[in-house]
């Protein structure tokens, strides 16, 4: 009996062996070796990958975070192989994590917008770190893009922080992306004042700015016949660098310049005019 016993567990464990733990041992050791080269594969891939974006010149946080995404993708790839290699349902696992994206995908809708404006801003540069901008109603020197927002500082050294969301879907008017710009400048003359003589002086002035680039020559004429004024426009040509402080100096020199030289700057007025015949005849007219 207990021999008849011993054979029967001898039995059954070898085949329990053979037919469980040999195939489990072997499913287990191929999910490990799935698991094991799929990573080695998955760091060549990010590898070449990464040499290709820094050959395009991509912005480095970009370059990180499509990295990062792709790897994510790449290695849920070779768990799920390596699952279903086990004999796990994937496909369950699977509609699982996809399940569990789409509810939260809605509830952060406004960051996945912003995160995605973040991702355009950084692929396609409609301006820079350094840039002096404006976007989304707001004008600034950008300090930092993000994926999902940009932080500017203002002129009088405010920092400001926009959603990515706003700014792309806003006018975008990068004030830094050229290396020149135009300074368009008006000055107004009184009527009777010597307009060809003002119009020399401007001309000296703008001789006299070293400041203001040669070529494309500097713009002036009369723009218009205002109400109280005869208008100039001086259109010069600067380094964006130095755009407003040509407008202040040169401004300040056309007050100088024109009050030395006896050219009026008016300022808005309004004459009223009394008739005293035309008073004398209403009043006879209601005497009568």
């Known amino acids: 009996m207990e021999e008849t016993l011993s054979m029967f567990t001898a039995s059954d464990i070898e085949r329990y062996i053979n ?9 287990i050791a191929m999910a490990i070796a799935i698991f094991v080269i799929g990573r080695i594969i998955v760091g060549i891939l990010l590898s070449v990958f990464r040499r ?53 995908g809605l509830s952060l809708q406004d960051s996945l917008k912003n995160f995605a404006a973040g991702v355009m801003l950084l692929v396609f540069k409609p301006f820079k770190q350094g840039n002096y901008v404006e976007a989304a109603g707001t004008a600034g020197i950008v300090q930092k893009i993000g994926i999902f927002h940009t932080v500017m500082t203002s002129l009088d050294n405010k920092e400001i922080t926009i959603p ?14 050229k290396d020149t710009r135009r300074c368009d400048m008006t000055f107004g003359i009184g009527y009777d004042d010597d307009l060809l003589k003002a119009k020399r002086i401007l001309q000296e002035l703008v001789d006299e700015e070293t400041r203001i680039l040669k070529e494309p020559a500097c713009l002036i004429g009369v723009a218009e016949l205002g109400d109280s004024s005869v208008n100039f426009t001086v259109r010069p040509w600067v380094a964006a660098s130095d755009n407003l402080a040509v407008r202040l100096a040169f401004t300040e020199a056309v007050k100088l310049r024109f009050d030395a030289e006896g050219i009026s700057i008016p300022y808005p007025q309004m004459d009223v005019h009394f008739f005293k015949e035309a008073d004398k005849t209403v009043s006879a007219k209601e005497s009568a």
């Open 19 to 27: 037919t469980y733990a040999i195939p489990w041992a072997i499913n």
């Open 52 to 104: 290709v974006m820094a050959k395009s010149k991509y912005d480095e946080m970009l370059i990180n975070f499509v990295e990062s995404i792709v790897s994510a993708i790449l290695m849920l790839f070779v768990i799920v192989a390596s699952l279903d290699q086990l004999g796990v349902d994937t496909t369950s696992l699977v509609a699982i994590v996809g399940a569990a994206g789409l509810a939260i």
């Open 164 to 177: 990515n969301g706003k700014i792309y879907s806003d006018n975008i008017t990068n004030y830094s992306a």
